[in-house]
């Protein structure tokens, strides 16, 4: 019997990449999963693996800075799998590097609805559903970036919207603990995914901040991993062995940024 057997998981940002990678792992372990992305081919694909491979998986569309995106989307989880158990809020973007100077407003905004008000979104319309099941988990990717590490030049969107989720996580934490709703974050280091080339550097290098390890990181894979290795965190997060871990950010990146 799996770890998640029975359970229902909702997964934004499940098409590709770190969302992907947890889509699966909750599938292998028994979860029925619900893929909400803005990707339809790469989500069917997804869907397609876990099928293939004997598990339980839908794909629904989802902007997750859009509440009516949401709301539909955490709806139609429930209407098709009977419940809700697992939320995975992970949906984001690194969205425009540059000097704060130049920095548009409009950039701003977009990376902090996405990866911000999306984590809000998708936690605010699910908690109702994961108290009718009298309990349930809540994870939040979050980063390294703008809660351990500041050394990213030009970031200040992402890492401020990274350091907002896990604050975030922690009010919600102590919120929902009477009805049984753990919440916790999750917060990558260097993680092999395409999320970089998606990522707009613009005048970074006039920033000037610089860190260099001429002998290399003595972090673990010198600090680089791979999706499944956030999933495999994430799944100890959702299942019963993580029943008495909430409001904790847990660092997936090797120690890495213990040198930063």
Known sequence: M????????????????????????FAEEGAQVMIADVQPQEGARVQGEIVAAGGQAAYVDCDVSD????????????SQFGGLDVVFANAGINGVWAPIDELQPEEWDRTLDINL???YLTVHFAVPHLKARGGGSIIITS?????????????????????????????????????????????PGLIHTNIEER????????????????????????????????????????????????????????????LR
């Not at 057997?5 to 992907?20: H, L, P, R």
């Not at 509440?67 to 429930?78: D, F, I, K, L, M």
């Not at 992402?158 to 917060?187: D, P």
């Open 67 to 78: 509440p009516q995106a949401v709301r539909a989307a955490v709806e139609a989880t429930v």
């Open 199 to 258: 990522t707009e550097h613009r005048n970074t290098e006039e920033i000037g901040i610089e860190v260099e390890l001429p002998q290399g990181s003595p972090a673990l894979n010198e600090g680089e991993g791979d999706p499944v290795d956030v999933a495999d965190t994430c799944l100890f997060l959702a299942s019963n062995l993580g029943r008495h871990v909430s409001g904790v950010e847990i660092y997936v990146d090797g120690g890495a940024s213990l």
């Open 143 to 187: 980063s390294v970036n703008g809660n351990r590490t500041f050394s990213s030049p030009g970031a200040s969107a992402y890492s401020t919207s990274k350091a907002g989720q896990v604050a975030f996580m922690k009010m919600i934490a102590l919120e929902l603990g009477r009805h049984g709703i753990r919440c916790n974050a999750v917060c």
């Open 2 to 25: 799996g770890m998640l057997e029975g359970k229902v998981a909702f997964v934004t940002g499940g098409a590709s990449g770190i969302g992907a990678g947890t889509a699966r792992r």
């Open 117 to 119: 008000k999306g984590t």
